[in-house]
Every structure is written in C-alpha cells, then in structure tokens.
C-alpha cells in the first residue's frame, strides 16, 4: 500500500517535471531536420531525359515515353517515398531534395511534374535515338582535336541499327577497294 | 566443400536420407526426399536442437522442374542455419505435413500450400491462411506463370471458414477493427463468462504480395525500398535482413564502417520501438499517462533519426553492398545527448513505474507462455525471452557488427506479461549501451560496396533480431537483376500463432494487453499494401464497389 502511494507519487512529480511539450503546429511552424529529404524538385533546364531515375525508382513513379517527337518525362509524386534515389543517380544533377513535407493539394495533378524534351530521330529510318539534350551532351563531350570528319559527326543522327549497316556497308566497300 | 561437424554428423547419423549439398560460413544446405523429410524434421528438432524458423516454397518448374519447399531451421547452440530442402513432383504436389511435430509450423505451410499449391498432408488445421477467401480455389500466385498483376475473378459470396465455439461457450469477437489494434485483425474469443476457453484467428486482411512483386517486378536495390516498408515501426530490420540475405547469396563484403552505421540504426529504432511499446501496453490497460510521457521520452530520438537518415524512420539507408548515406556532421555528438537524456528519463520512470500496484496486478500472472509453449510454436523475440529462452538473433546468429560488440542477452523467467515488460526494459538499457560502443569503435572508412552482377542461382538467409523478434530473410538469385525468389517471415508471424496458448484459461480483461504484449504487427506479418497507380478516382462508393475497388487495387 505504502510502496503503491510512492510510485504513484513518483509519477506525478515526473509528470509535473516534464511540463507541457505540445507544439504549436501547425500555428507555428515546425521545420524540419537540416538533412531531411522532402518532396523532389526537377530542374528543367538540367534534366537531358536519360531516364537513370526512372530505373532507379523503387515505387516506379517516374515514366518516360516517347510520342510526337517528344519524350515526356512524369514524375507522379503522390507515390513518392523522398527515398532520394534518383537524386543519387542523377548524371546532371538536375534532382535535388526540398525541406517540403506538406504535400496535401487539391488535386493528384498538382503532385505531377511533367517535362517535354525534343527527341532526335535516325535520319536513316526514323527511329527515336536520344533527346536533343543527351545528343547536344555527347557532342560537347567529344575532345575538340580529335580530328573527326564532318562526315563522322554524322554519324550522330543515326540509330544503333543504322550505324551498324552503315559500318558494315564501309566495311565492305573498304575491302573491296583494297583487293 | 568445406567440412563442418554438423554438416558431417548429419550424414554420419542420417546418411542416405538426408544429403548434404553446401556448407557456408554459418549455413547448411540439405536436400531430403519427400518420404524422409518428417523423420529428418524430428532428428533436427531432437538431436540437433533446431528451431523452425520458416518455409520458403518456391516454384523452380523451370530451374528442376519441381515445386521446392525449404524448411529453415537455426541451430542456434552452433550459430548456423540449415536449410531442408523437398523437392516436390508437379504431378503430385503433396508433402507430409510437419505441424505434428512442429505446431509453429502450422502458418508456414498453410502458406505455402496458399501460394505455391503443395498440400500438407496430415495438417491439423488446413484451412485458408493468406488468400482471401473469395480468392478462386487452385490458384495460386507465387507461381511463376502467375503474372504479377493479374486479377482474378472473385468467387461468389464467400465467406470466411471461422471455427464453431466449443460447447457451452459463446463468440466474442474482437476485430476486424477493434481499439486497441492499430491494424485490422479477427479475433474470435470463446468464452464461458468471463473466462477465455479458445480462439479462432483471421488475419491477412493486409497480404498483397511484397514477395510477389520483389521477384516480378523490382530489381535487387528496388527492394530494400519496399522492404523497410514492411514494418511501421522497424522497417530498418527488414531492409537489412534482405540486403543481408542478398549479400550472403552474392558473397558481397560489405565495409566495416557500413556494418557498424546499421548496428547503430538497428539499435536506434530497438529504442524508439520499446519506448512505443511501453507506450501502447499501458494504454492498453488504461495508464495512458505513461503512454503520453514514453512517446514524450521518445520524440527527441525521432527528431535525431531523421537528421541522420532524412527521414523519421530510418528510411533510405539500406543498399546491397551498403549503407547509402554516413553519418552527417555533429551526428555522434547529438546521439550522446539524446540518448544519455532518454537513459536518465527512462531510468526516472522505470523507477515510477516498479512500484505501481495495479500495474503489476494487470501485467503478473496474465497471458502466460511457458517455456514448453514458447518452444513448440516456435515464438521469438521478448516474447521467447520473457519465457525464459534465451534466443536473440544479434548473439546467436552475428550479423552487422554485432560480432564484435558486447551486450547482454536479455531473458525473464515467468512467461507473463510482466516477464514480456522486464526484458523490454532491461533491452532499451541495453540497447543504449550498444549505441554508445558503436559510436566509440565505429572504424572510418567506405560504406559501399562496389556490387558487380549478381550471378543467379545462389541462396542466401539473413536473421535479423528485430525489436519484436527474429525477422528472417531468405533469397534465391535469378537472371535480371532480380531475385527468383525473395522469403521473408516477420516476428509476429511466429509469436500470433502462440496468442491462443497465452490466452487460454486468461478472462476477457486480460486479451488485449495479451495479444499488445508480444506487439503484434499484422502489416509486417502480412507484408505492405501496394496501391495501383491507375487508380485516381474520387467519389463515394456502396459496398459493392468498395470491394470492386478493393479488390482492383490488387494490380
């Protein structure tokens, strides 16, 4: 009984210590940790289209598909799970985290980030090669003496499969002009 | 092949019905055929001490052209884990059912009889377990030519397949969705006035096929994402325990460094996670003032978890190889101060606590498991350690940096729901201690793997002692950067099945503090809702289109 009444007593005097600790929020606003990963933000101008996102994307929110000459890169975010994994994979660092936590909004379509990039297509047959920004990229990444033809550089507006004919159609001729 | 003396004791006294395949560092692969597979179930339980710990059924029609079920045991004495694998014919897909010697057995191989369709002959309870019950009859969905997110049609007016209460007694029903659980469940209680005398359980309401979707449709580093979202409350557990699995299969060294930060976030969510439950269980009986200062005590490790990990709950660290991120500037000083606060804070309350007469009258003598219990339903965590087993993943099975850590095991005689409180108390403490060596051994260095292809057809298994117990991951490579077959078992898959024992003989009051007493984790054992993406619709729906809509999530 005597052990009872303590314990009890005890228990009020740590109550009582501990005081009032309810926050404010949402009248007083309650940012987050510094490192806190929040709701993902696209940087339009960066993104080339490459699509190392969307692989990565564990709830596989991110989809790119190709229509019209254009690729369209969607991010559906309510599905998001700020894991920051295509931040991580990004080549052009064109992801980064926000401190944003409060995702409520009117509508789905508000949580949608869509992104149009110019496709290039295979002079040859038409086929969709890359977008424009990944085509401009490997283009700037070629050193400057490396001495390649104009003709060579061509070679960048045509698709796997019609680099390869053409290849071997040089190839042959190559040959033939030897013998 | 690496010699063990397990491995070498097994064929010497089993020779010719139990095949040795592979040795590994802490793992035996065994292969027995399917008429000796329940005396070599006897002879490891006996003579070897094993302890089932799960069934991994698998669909290799077209690796062997077999249906294939693993029996996983822990030989815990030895450290090692030995695997029984049964081959089983397509054209007689049948096996004999271990339940009789093994009553912890009784879910696994209702599951696999569920989704791979091997029946267990001899099962005393052979009942539906984790379809629905208008799920249509022969078929069966961790079958490889089961696509992923095919709907079947549902059977008609189905219902569930609920046991008759026993003579003299009547039905009362806890749950689908009751107060005190967080997740939907059914309980059916059957009682004579106010005492216990039996139960009938339905669960799964929750099942939509993390396992499925792991080997169908996410790559290996997809998962750990789906993974620690098993579990609400200790998902780094389980995005360990498969990575841990993966690594095994892969035979990746993951960095010194790497394994010490998930030794310390494994010890962080053990923290968080007994303070929540010393929370709840005392809301559960009524003492919500400790529910309120627990969560009070709680919150600052909360805040502190989420600037290491950017998120709350620990979420996004876990890779194969690795962790993804180290620890940010300043983190080991504000560890110190957290959690040196919540030691002083705990300790005060404890000490509140001890003395409190009606708590000790609610917890003492109530939902007792004994040792015999605790063993023959194959229970595990504080709930195996509150029965006096002294089972814990992190000493029997080292993973992480546990190897190099010290700790103490913690275990409580009594079998009740206090026992069950004591050695959640006494393991926070503990838990705070290894937070603290980690934190002073921690080595510098990578946290990455460099992970090259994932060759296919290796296994791994990984145990994880999770707050709540052993979560177990077991993993089969494929082709494609994808598992062929991804097992797991969450802690209260193995200690729900022992609710009825600890409930028998109890009085109403008692049952929920019972079942909150090994807390219980439906979702985890029901493994995660994957929401369809098409589904964007807004309106209000009648039960028809509800179900409709329910059931069309599936995709």
């Known amino acids: ?179 | 092949m690496s010699s063990h003396p397990i491995a070498e004791r097994i064929t010497r006294e089993l020779g010719g019905k139990v095949a040795i395949e592979q040795v590994t560092e802490g793992i035996i692969f065994a292969a027995v055929p399917r008429d000796n597979l329940v005396e070599a179930t006897q002879y490891v339980r006996d003579q070897l001490g094993g302890r089932f710990i799960i069934s991994a059924g698998t669909d290799k029609r077209g690796l062997s052209g077999c249906y294939e079920v693993s029996d996983i045991f822990g030989l815990d004495r030895d450290k090692t884990f030995l695997l029984l694998r049964t081959e089983v014919e397509p054209t007689d897909p049948r096996i004999d059912s271990i339940t009789p010697l093994i009553p912890g057995a009784n879910w696994s191989e209702r599951e696999v009889r569920d989704m791979i369709g091997v029946e267990p002959v001899g099962h005393p309870d052979p009942r539906r377990l984790v379809l629905p019950d208008d799920w249509p009859q022969d078929l069966y969905p961790l079958r490889k030519d089961f696509q992923y997110n095919r709907r079947p049609e549902p059977l008609p007016e189905a219902k569930p397949d609920l046991r008759r209460p026993p003579k003299d007694s009547s039905v009362l029903p806890i749950g689908p969705f009751f107060p005190t659980l967080e997740e939907p469940v059914f309980i059916n209680l059957f009682v004579n006035g106010e005492q216990i005398v039996g139960m009938d359980y339905r669960g799964f309401f929750n099942h939509r096929g993390v396992e499925k979707m792991g080997e169908a449709a996410l790559t290996y580093n997809q998962v750990p994402f789906l993974a620690e979202r098993i579990c609400g409350i200790c998902g780094f557990v389980h995005s360990t325990g498969y990575c841990q699995a993966v690594e095994v299969a892969a035979q990746i060294q993951v960095p010194a460094r790497a394994r010490y930060l998930r030794s310390l976030l494994l010890e962080v969510e053990r923290i968080h996670s007994h303070l929540l439950w010393v929370g709840l269980a005392c809301h559960f009986i009524g003492f919500d003032t400790l529910f309120m200062q627990a969560w009070r005590i709680r919150e600052p490790l909360m805040w502190l978890t989420e600037f290491i990990t950017g998120n709350r709950k620990t979420y996004g660290m876990n890779l194969i190889g690795g962790v993804s991120r180290d620890l940010p500037e300043g983190a080991e000083a504000r560890l110190v101060t957290v959690i040196d606060k919540i030691e002083k804070e705990a300790t005060a309350a404890v000490d509140a606590i001890l003395g409190d007469g009606s708590l000790r009258a609610r917890l003492q003598r109530s939902g007792v498991l004994s040792p015999e219990q605790a063993k023959a339903f194959c229970v595990v965590g504080p709930t195996a350690r509150g029965s006096g087993l002294a089972l814990d993943a992190r000493a029997d099975h080292p993973y992480a940096a546990y190897g190099e850590l010290d700790f103490q095991v913690c275990v409580e005689e009594g079998g009740d729901n206090w026992a069950r409180t004591m050695v959640r108390l006494r393991e926070l403490m503990e838990s705070i201690k290894i937070v603290r060596q980690v934190l002073a051994r921690m080595p510098k260095g990578p946290i990455l793997a460099e992970v090259k292809d994932i060759p296919p057809n290796r296994e791994g298994l990984s145990s994880v002692e999770a707050p709540r117990g052993e979560v177990h991951h077991y993993v089969l490579t494929g082709t494609g950067q994808q598992a062929y077959r991804w097992r797991l078992r969450a802690p209260s898959y193995a200690n729900l099945q022992s609710i009825p024992a600890m409930l028998q003989g109890m009085t109403i009051a008692d049952a929920p503090i019972s079942i909150g007493s090994i807390d219980p984790c439906f979702s985890c054992t029901e493994r995660v809702a994957v929401i369809d993406k098409q589904s964007g619709l807004t309106r209000v729906y009648g039960q028809e289109e509800l179900l409709e809509q329910y059931r069309g999530r599936f995709a």
């Open chain 1, 1 to 179: 009984m005597f052990e009872n009444v303590i314990s009890e007593l005890k228990e009020v005097v740590f109550c009582l210590r501990a005081g009032q600790v309810t926050l404010g929020y949402p009248f007083q606003p309650h940012p987050p940790e510094p490192g806190f990963r929040g709701v993902p933000r696209l940087d339009m101008q960066k993104c080339i289209g490459c699509g190392a996102c969307a692989n990565a994307c564990a709830p596989r929110l991110i989809t790119l598909s190709d229509r019209d000459g254009y690729r369209t890169v969607e991010f559906d975010l309510a599905r998001c799970t700020n894991c920051a994994r295509c931040r991580d994979v990004c080549p052009e660092e064109a992801l980064t985290m926000s401190q944003q936590f409060e995702t409520a909004a009117p509508s789905l379509r508000n949580l949608r980030i869509t992104l149009q990039l110019r496709l290039v297509s295979c002079r040859e047959c038409g086929a969709v090669i890359e977008t424009q920004r990944m085509a401009r990229k490997v283009l700037g990444k070629l050193p400057e003496p490396l001495g390649l033809s104009p003709q060579e550089v061509s070679w960048l507006d045509l698709c796997l499969d019609c680099k390869r004919t053409r290849a071997m159609a040089e190839a042959v001729l190559a040959k033939e002009v030897r013998s």
